[in-house]
């Protein structure tokens, strides 16, 4: 996967707060119903139902239009604040008020569905209308409707279960859709390191993957050899055969280096046609998983076509820095081609050199 395949993935895919939305819509939608439903059931006044006829018609209208953003969700939420609340309050009754409930599902979803100043500002809002409400039936407590106990109680029975309810699925939703939206954000993240990482073309490593590896190794002391290896004449391949030819040659290339040294190090392209490869072995075995990977190498189907040789060089990590110990493994490489090519050689730190056959 590309960064444009990358960004495109983003893109499309839904905010948590929409999907929070389209969640509430229907839970919304649920409720409503079902009080209707309940209020005929123990024959509440039926003026008790308007308000959730207003929900419902809300509901459809918004999901309708599909227009889900921002502004849509702001102005749903302050229709049901600003209307419906109030409605719910005043035909729910004196004393047995349950529209406090449904001020705290409010101010669940608003915590859910919004940031910064929008939240803030609905908040608020709650707070003064229900500062508000208790001090007017403290005012003029007949100023509200008063039921029989029993219509009262009725509704008390059902309304408290339910808004226990809707917070759940409402918590449960948040609580599923922001694990699955975790998953994700964790699935781009790996996705973006493996790409700041790893080289497009061969799906080896690159040069800020290996020398951070480096930088741990020294920090830890431990043991490392390194090999550079860079094919011969590639520029020759490119121009006679084509640069899919190049790119396929390149790609076979690190695939062989993954199977004979991945288990034991890291692989990276240092650049063009030239591989760096960090081994925490000794030399005899990396001497021994040379001859292995040279003869694999010969018998690749790509390098037979193009006659394509390699040339190397490599030394063991002696407590000098790092810019040192590449140098010393780059002039090796050096020496290999300029004494025939198609050659691997190992320098110590007195620059003697031993051939180790391709």
Sequence with gaps: MNIRELLNLKSTERSIQDQLFNQILVIILIVSVTNIILNLVIQYPFDANYKWIAMVFVTW??????????????????????????????????????????????????????????????????????CGFITVEYLYPDFLHAHAPDLAFYDRIIQVPMSLLVV??????????????????????????????QDELTQVNNRAYIFEKYRHSIETDQHFVSLMVDLDN???????????MGDRLLREI??????????????????GDEFIIMLHLDLETVAQRLDHFISQFNLLEVVKKTGATLSGGYGVFEHDSLDEHLRDVDVALYKAKKSGKNKILHMNKLFNTHDYKI
């Design 234 to 244: 590639f520029k020759n391949v490119n121009d006679l055969y084509g640069h899919q």
């Design 61 to 130: 209208l918004v999901n309708k239009y599909k227009d889900h953003s921002l502004w849509v969700r702001f102005a749903c939420i302050f229709f049901i604040i600003v209307f419906l609340i109030p409605i719910g309050w005043y035909n729910s009754g004196a004393h047995s008020n349950n529209v406090i409930a449904y001020v705290f599902l409010c101010s669940v979803a608003v915590s859910f569905l919004f940031n910064g100043w929008q939240r803030l500002f609905f908040i608020f809002l709650l707070v003064t209308m229900m």
């Design 168 to 197: 759940f699925l409402m918590l449960r939703q948040f609580s599923n859709t922001f694990y699955e939206k975790n998953i994700l954000l964790n699935t781009l993240n790996a996705k973006l390191e493996s790409m700041a990482y």
């Design 254 to 271: 690190g695939n062989l280096l993954k199977k004979h040294f991945k288990d034991d190090g890291h692989i990276a392209r240092y650049g």
